[in-house]
Structure formats: C-alpha cells, structure tokens
C-alpha cells in the first residue's frame, strides 16, 4: 500500500497543474476521449457476461467461475467506489479552474474520486488476468484497463490521483475477489 500512497499523494499535489496543461483543454481530444472510456469500459462490463456465457454453452467450469468471480468484482466495485466518492465530495476537473477540492457538497453523487470507470475495469481485468494468468492475458486486460484510467484523464472527467485510486481500488478488489472465491481444479 505504501507504493499507492505515495503516487496518489504525488498526482494529488500535480493534479491541478495536469489539468489545466493546454493539451487537455481541446475539446475534440476531450470527446475522442471519452467515448473510448466509455467503449472500453463496456468491453470490460461485457467481457464476464460473455466468458460465462460461453462457460456455460461449453460445459466449461473455469470460465464460468470466471464470468461470476468478475461480475462480483464489478458489484464490489461500485458499491466501494460510490461509498468512497460521496466521504471525498471532490469536485470534477471541469469545476473552479480544476481545482480538485475535497468535502464540496455540491459534488455530491458526482464527486470525482475515485474514478469509478478505472474501479469497475480494474476489478473485472484483474479477476480476468488471475484466473487466465498467461502473459498474453495479463498484458491485454492490465493494457486496456490502463487505457480506461488514461482516457478518464484526457476525457477531463477525472484528475490523474483519481484513477491511480481508481486502479488501485479496482486492483485490490479483484484480487481480494479472485483470492476468497477462487475454486482450484
């Protein structure tokens, strides 16, 4: 946990220096941005619905597990990710100059911290790259969970200590996930 400490108390002191950059304030890179975000992030929604599905088609026990342990990672996510969100009440990158400050109650539900996209990816990357620990797998769910957390970022929609707690959270939740539900064969 010391390495996430530090990086998040490292974005968190660069935060409103990154966002103000003259590079993310283009709002064509902002919208490319965030449509991949959110594709992406359906990729990673979609991703356990259709290994279970092709589990269950193929009598095949490992993928079901897997849709089902990436699905409850996902659950999981949200719900930590929300209940983290409404304690930081932390205002958006778009909100008084990207200024990023905490405990504003007009953020309410909308508070930027975590970044939720970057929880729910990493959670259902990490239960995915666990159960299917091939470097092919891991570089492919770790690489596009990535790709989610950065695109929040040039989407303006989240400050980089956002989804560096976002990924971290969504990390931890996945391997907690995979580590308490995981049946060997």
Known sequence: LVPIVLATTVAITTDHQAMTSARLNDPSLNSLASTASNGLLGGFVAAPVIIYGLGHIHHDDH????????????????????????????????????????????????????????????????????????????ITAYGLATGVSLTRVLARQHFPSDVVVGSAVGWLIGRYVFHKHHHDD
């Open 63 to 138: 993928a079901t597990e897997t849709g089902i342990l990436a699905g409850e990672a996902m659950v999981d996510s949200l719900i930590v990710g929300e209940v983290l969100k409404v304690a930081t009440l932390r205002e958006r990158p778009t909100v008084d100059g990207a200024e990023g400050k905490f405990f504003q109650t007009s953020a309410g539900f909308n508070s930027s911290f975590p970044s939720e996209h970057s929880v729910v990816a990493w959670s259902s990357a990490t239960v995915i790259a666990s159960e299917y620990p091939g470097i092919l797998t891991q």
